[in-house]
């Protein structure tokens, strides 16, 4: 019998190598699949690590698909240092593009450029109203935040078919459900000519270093950490339990609000039932795989924007199915958490005890197990 005992010590270096090993594994598997499916793994690998990054045109889109995965990423690993498990990034990132859809709706030709902003700061108050509604239920009434979280993803993409299918349809639309397009003035700005990268990118850099100092430099990103680490020591400190609760989530809320405003007023250009993409559920992976820290999260989101570029491109070119992107991210943390649990234990033989069957009494079982004392026999002069 095998069993899973803890390591007395962590190993540094394979505690960093863990994702390397885990990508490595999900490209071996990924070869057996193309195999199976009758496709060349070389070209199938290809598709999904070569392709994106062979021109500078490819390169911007796989920042473009990398930039809201990134910023989603960073709110997570607030949440997820601070023992608070938002599930609902997906919800946020919905409810901001539905706000800052809102406030683009409202621009006309007359408008100046000030409405950017606007966009990103009703995108950042949206998704920081969704999160709102988990950190007060939790705080309130001790609700799982996990279930709140994602239940309400359900509830903003069905407010999004609500507006798109009603009072935002675009009446000159040919009865598709989506409202009009934006107006340029609207339009996020782009940081080179020709490309569909925008200033989000920069954003979610600065985001990066934001978070490393917040995290890393300041009181309360380390009362945030010993808060999910050790409670009981965070209120010996005097830490406040509630308040780390409210930063988490508000925090963790307002980059996915901030993500759907760029992606809205960016490569989308208006509401459409298709704004939910997948994002807030594919950073949960990038954050694990980026091991919580803000450089490594860089790195996990463009491997993962790579997978959904790779997954469109295997439906184009290889004629297999788009769901192919999520088999890739999902691959990738499962192998991510089995290399982690070896991490942290060893797989030891367990020896079973052998128990002997008597049709005498007891006597003997108790002579063998070893649980059990063994029982004193009188000797013969005894009284």
């Known amino acids: 019998m095998l069993k899973l005992e803890p390591r007395p010590q962590l190993s540094r270096f394979w505690s960093y190598g863990s994702p390397i090993l885990a990508l490595l594994i999900t490209v071996l598997i990924g070869m057996v699949l193309f195999a199976l499916l009758g496709k060349d793994p070389v070209k199938g690998l290809a598709v999904f690590f070569w392709e994106p990054i062979k021109s500078s045109y490819a390169l911007g889109e796989l920042m473009v698909k990398a930039t809201p995965l990134l910023i989603i990423a960073l709110g997570l690993a607030v949440c997820f240092r601070s023992n608070v498990w938002n599930i609902g990034a997906e919800g946020q990132f919905v409810f901001g ?11 006309d030709k007359s408008t100046g450029s000030w409405i950017v902003a606007a966009i990103l700061v009703a995108g950042i108050l949206g998704g920081m109203v969704w999160a709102g509604i988990v950190a007060f239920l939790r705080d309130r009434f001790n609700a799982n ?15 999004l078919g609500y507006m798109v299918y009603g009072p935002w349809k675009d009446p000159q639309g040919y009865n598709f459900p989506q409202t009009k397009t934006f107006e340029a003035v609207t339009q996020i700005p782009r940081l080179l000519k020709g490309s569909r990268v925008s200033i989000g990118l920069l954003i979610a850099l600065a985001g990066s270093a934001a978070l490393w100092v917040f995290l890393f430099r300041t009181r309360a990103g380390f ?22 609760v409210w930063i988490a989530l508000l925090t963790s809320g307002g980059a996915a609000g901030l993500a759907g405003a760029l992606e809205v007023a960016g490569p989308i250009g208006q509401l459409t039932p298709y704004v939910p993409a997948g994002y807030g559920f594919a950073a949960i992976i990038v ?12 790195f996990s989101a463009i491997l993962m924007s790579m997978f959904y570029i790779g997954g469109e491109l295997a439906q184009s070119r290889l004629g297999l199915p788009k769901s192919l992107t999520g088999v890739f991210q999902g691959l990738l943390l499962f192998t991510l958490l089995a290399c982690d649990t070896l991490i942290a234990y060893r797989i030891r033989r367990k020896a079973a005890v052998k128990v002997i069957a008597s049709t005498s009494g007891t ?18 002069g005894a009284a």
Do not use: D, K, N
Not at 97 to 107: F, R, Y
Not at 148 to 153: D, E, F, P
Not at 363 to 380: D, I, K, Y
């Open 97 to 107: 593009a539905i706000c800052a859809g809102g406030v683009a709706l409202l621009a």
């Open 145 to 159: 935040e996990i279930l709140v979280s994602l239940m309400l993803v359900y509830v903003a993409v069905l407010l």
């Open 223 to 244: 009362a945030q950490q010993v808060g999910g680490l050790a409670p009981a020591a965070a209120r010996y400190a005097g830490f406040s339990a509630r308040r780390a």
């Open 287 to 298: 954050a694990f795989v980026g091991r919580l820290h803000p450089v490594g999260m860089i």
């Open 363 to 380: 006597g003997s079982l108790q002579a063998s197990t070893p649980l059990t004392a063994p029982v004193a026999r009188p000797t013969e």
